[in-house]
């Protein structure tokens, strides 16, 4: 009798050792609630990023404009962060500038032959743009179209006549642009079409002769 009891004390005990080891093994195994979070590193970024001021600056050279004898070529360019015009002969390493706005950007410009560039510009922002004219050396500088709150658009660079261009300019009606004949030689200008009131846009053919004008409402565009 004895030794039966003695027997199922042994196996009350070892069966609390199991229990107790398993119980042990399953509490070591669950995860900890309170552990520290894996320290998160810095991340460097790669060399060859594109820094975000990049998007907005202006491009190193763009508008590239052939002569019309094909031995010079113009473009614009920064100059104290503003686009200005250059030239260079073609072949050569040597580039002029020709303007030196510093206020706001060279709004366009475009050949007068093979010797002198016209392009136009506003006064400090006041978007009165007006056209002038230089020499390719940087002579000559004239202002083509002195006049006060007016502004001037390039209607036709007339390519085969290189003495003169067609512009459009609100000098008789601020509300309208009217189409001009400029000699941009002796600064002589004759209006050509007056502009009934819903013009918005004219098109030239390929003698310069005024084809086509364009209308708008607001919302539609007709020819």
């Known amino acids: 009798m004895l030794k039966k009891i003695f027997s199922m004390i042994i196996s009350i005990l070892l069966l609390q050792e199991c229990a107790s080891t398993i119980n042990q093994e399953s509490q070591d195994t669950s995860p900890t609630l309170h552990a520290k979070p894996d320290p998160i590193h810095d991340v460097e970024l790669s060399s060859n990023y ?32 503003r686009l200005n015009v250059h030239v260079q002969t073609i072949g050569s390493d040597e580039i002029s500038r020709l303007t030196s706005a510093t206020e706001r ?4 410009y475009l050949w007068l032959g093979n010797n002198r560039i016209g392009y136009v510009q506003d006064s400090g922002g006041d978007e009165n743009f007006r056209l002038f004219a230089i020499n390719i050396d940087g002579s000559n500088q004239s202002d083509l179209t002195p006049f ?14 290189p003495e003169e261009v067609l512009i459009g300019m609100n000098k008789r009606d601020q509300r309208l642009h009217d189409v001009y004949r400029l000699n941009v030689i002796t ?24 084809r086509l004008a364009f209308t708008a409402d607001g919302v539609n565009t007709s020819i």
């Open 50 to 81: 594109i820094p975000l001021e990049d998007f907005f600056k202006n491009p190193e050279k763009t508008a590239y404009k052939i002569s019309p004898d094909g031995k010079m070529v113009a473009f614009m360019q920064p100059w104290k962060t």
């Open 187 to 210: 600064g002589e200008m004759e209006i050509i079409a007056e502009n009934p009131g819903n013009i918005s846009r004219w098109q030239t053919d390929h003698d310069g002769k005024l």
């Open 105 to 108: 950007d060279i709004a366009g």
């Open 148 to 161: 006060d709150s007016v502004k001037v658009r390039i209607v036709d660079d007339l390519e085969e006549i």
